[in-house]
Structures are given as C-alpha cells and as structure tokens.
C-alpha cells in the first residue's frame, strides 16, 4: 500500500537511528556482568512498542532475564499474530577481530556492524516498526502480541515456564518469527524448517594434577591429545557421524524435496570466496545446501587445556575441556542424542582419563507446513514487495522455542527472515544490510494483511 511506503520513507532515517540506539546496548544474556544491560535493554523495547502504539506492554521478571510482552488488540474475534524474538546476543569475543567496536554500529556500504544487528536485535525491531505503521496509518486489521525474550542465545531456560504459565496471553492463531535468514534479495526464501540442538561440555581429567612435560612425558596419558583423539573419532572418512544410534530418528528427505532444495541458486565458488577456504567439507553423498539444512551435524564450538598464556610454559595438564554441540533434523531429540553423545563419550574414553560431561542447553527440530494459511500469506506478502515468490528452503541454525509454542499453544510458527547467512551471526563484524532491514518493515505488514485475508 502506498500509505505503508509513504510513512516508512517519511521516517526510514529515525527507523534506522532507533535501532543504533538499541545495537548500543551491550545486552549479553550469556554473562553475569551484563544483568544491568539486559533490564536496559528490556526497558528500551518496552518503550518502543509502546511509542509503536502499542496498548499494553509488561516485562516479566524470570529466574533469568526478563521477558518483554505487548499487544495491540483492535478486536478479539480478530486474528491475532503471535511475533516472538529477543533482544539479547552473543558475546562479543574476541574482541580484537572486530574491524569497528561491536557495540558501537557503524555503517560502511550501507551495512549496520555491530553485534545483534542481525541476531535478533535488527530483525526484531523490524516488526516493531511494522507495528508502527500500520497503527499510525489507522490500517491495522488484525491483532498483535509480542513476545521478546532475553535468553534464546543461552537456550531460552526460562521461556517454557513462562509460556505455560500465561497461555491465554499469549493465545493466538500463529507465530512470526524472524530470526531466520534468506539466500539475497534478488532470490527471497523462506525457512520452512530449522534443525534442533543438543550442547553439552566435556572435562577430560588425567593426572591429579598438572606436572613437569619433560619428568612425565611419554608416561602419563595427556588429557588434551586424549581428548583430541576422541573427538575425531566422531566421523568417519566420509564426514558420517560415528555414534551408535545417532542417525537412528533421521527423516531422510524425499527425492523430492532434495529437488526444490537444489532450485535454490548456489554458487561455490563464491561461497568458498566469500569464507576464505580452498575446500569445502562435509556428510559424503550430499551438497553443501543439504548438508547445512537436513542432515545432523556434530561441531566443536570450543577446546582448551594447559599452558595458553604468553611465552612456554612445559606442562603436561591435569585436564582437558571441549564444547560440543549437535544440530539435529527432524524427528531427533535434543534429549535422547545428548544421553547418546554423554554415553559415547565416556565409552570411548580409555582407562588412563575420566570424562564429565554437561548439558549447556538443547532444542528440538521444526518443521512448519507449506500449505498452512500462514506460510501462504508470508509467501505472499514476499512476493508483493520483492515481486517474486520465495523459495522453500531448510535453515541450518536452531530456535529452541519453536517447538515449545506448538505444544503449549497448538499454533504453527513462520519463519520470516530478512538476513543474509553471511551476516557472521555469532561471529566478529556481525552485520545486517540497512536495505534488508527497510524492505523487512515493508513487508511485514502485508503479511498481516494477508494473513487476516486468509482467515
């Protein structure tokens, strides 16, 4: 709608420098230090829905950070979205590989740097402007719930007791979520489904203490080439996870949907440009596209153990640590396959070490139907601003509450994201492109438009 254009070109600038303000506020859920930051950051998203038009707006104290609530509700016998996202991110570190402060956005080729400019913060807001439009333009149709979390980067521990607890308040007839991504703006898609997570810690332990290299050495098991020994025994030559049971609740995809999969453009070339690696890597038997969307994954997010300051220091160490983390595809649980990589660890590990292992946090696998009102009506209002229909695609990330809001709610969740999976989510110069930042405010609200349409 023109009225929708007219008022976003009218205020783009003051839409962009809102969300600087917000990128400025160092809300990391993972780090105790940052509590303060979280409760600010919280208040300033309570103030923009209100400032939005929102009528009502709470935040919820939790065990952990709190969680943000508004509505604006014209009708209640009107449809009513559900959109959930979170403002808090990831840490920053390390800090020396960022080219600009990560809490300071800067803009360079019309790209926002800063961290949570993609994940959630700029996606997020998006929706916050979208509201405004649509009230200050008195063509709101249909009714709005937010729901934005300060925890989904540690799991979201807190947000499945806080769901359960306030159903009707949260009662809707879908969630949008856009916390996803899309392959450019010259070829839109739609996440149709993102894999689950199990992460867990490993402590390899030798010796009861560290000791002298040169006395010790060649006689006592050295728990970081133990544990380095063990987790490459984790896949095969093939790139095939090794675990006993792990593939055991695998939906192998159809020949069919590995066909749409292969419509979306894919250029290797680029892609191994773009990360700097001569050679790409995976699962035998598949691309790089299904490799990322719907097979399972087992990563090393972190190892560490003895001496790693400055100078040598010759030290066989006493322990050794990994962070390990699996992302599953449907119909895995995060459940089962942690107690299946717990149990596997500790069995490979020989008699010289002992291995503790705990779970960090985990998610189940989601999947959101294609012939839902909702897809339909996200598909569509992609297709009215970008002038081309979305392509269905698997994301390779995970939203641990997805699953969560269908049992508590009995909705189906859409994914409608905006980012580029080259965004460096959860890496150094994270960075969201003002351009797709506008054009998600453009196109949310038709998705509303067309969902009340559709129901």
């Known amino acids: 709608m023109n009225t929708w254009k007219e008022y976003q ?3 783009k600038e003051r839409f962009l420098n809102e969300l600087l303000d917000l990128l400025r506020i160092p809300s990391v859920s993972a780090k105790g230090e940052h509590k303060a930051d979280m409760l600010k950051c919280a208040e300033a998203v309570k103030s923009s829905l209100l400032d939005a038009g929102a009528d009502k707006v709470t935040i919820y104290e939790t065990e952990g950070h709190p969680i943000v609530y508004g509505e604006k509700i014209i009708d209640p016998s009107k449809p009513t979205v559900l959109v959930y996202g979170h403002y808090d991110v990831q840490p920053a570190e390390p800090l020396e590989l960022w080219n600009s402060p990560a809490f300071e956005p800067t803009i360079i080729d019309g790209k926002i740097f800063a961290r949570g400019s993609c994940d959630d913060k700029g996606q997020m807001y998006m929706h916050v402007k979208a509201l405004e439009i649509l009230v200050k333009t008195n063509t709101l149709q249909n009714n709005i719930k937010f729901c934005i979390e300060g925890e989904e980067e540690i799991g979201s521990p807190n947000l499945g007791k806080f769901v359960a607890a306030n159903k009707e308040l949260l009662k809707a007839d879908v969630v949008l979520i856009s916390d996803t991504a899309m392959i450019s703006l010259d070829a839109p898609s739609m996440d149709v489904g993102v894999r689950g997570l199990s992460y867990i810690e490993v402590e390899v332990t030798g010796p009861n203490r560290d000791l002298h290299s040169g006395v010790y050495g060649g006689a006592v098991a050295n728990p970081i080439t133990i ?8 896949h095969d030559d093939n790139n095939h996870i090794t675990i006993p049971g792990f593939y055991d609740d695998v939906v192998v995809s159809t020949d069919e949907e590995r066909a749409l999969m292969a419509k979306a453009p894919f250029n290797e070339a680029a892609y191994k440009e773009e990360l700097g690696v001569k050679e790409l890597w995976g699962e035998k038997g598949y691309t790089t596209n299904e490799r990322t969307g719907i097979r399972p994954t087992i990563e090393l997010n972190g190892i560490w153990g003895g ?37 596997h660890l500790q069995k490979i590990a020989p ?10 946090h985990g998610g189940e696998p989601y999947m959101t139907p294609i012939d839902s009102k909702g897809y339909k009506a996200a598909s569509k209002a992609i297709e009215t601003t970008f002038g081309k229909s979305p392509i269905p695609v698997r994301g390779g990330g995970s939203i641990p509450i997805c699953a969560l809001f269908e049992k508590e709610l009995g909705i189906k969740i859409i994914f409608m994201g905006f980012g580029l999976d080259s965004d460096n989510l959860h890496s150094p110069n994270e960075k969201f492109n003002i351009e797709n930042y506008y054009k998600g405010i ?13 129901a």
């Open 227 to 234: 544990l380095a020994k063990m987790i490459a025994s984790l």
């Open 9 to 11: 070109e009218q205020n």
């Open 351 to 360: 008699a010289n070490v002992t291995v503790k292992a705990t779970l960090h």
């Open 307 to 343: 001496y790693t300051g400055e100078g040598a220091k010759t030290v066989l160490p006493s322990k050794a640590f990994a962070k390990i983390s699996a992302r599953l595809v449907p119909n895995q649980g995060s459940d089962k396959i942690t107690e299946i990589l717990i149990n």
């Open 442 to 454: 453009e196109t949310i609200p038709y998705f509303h438009k067309y969902f009340t349409e559709m």
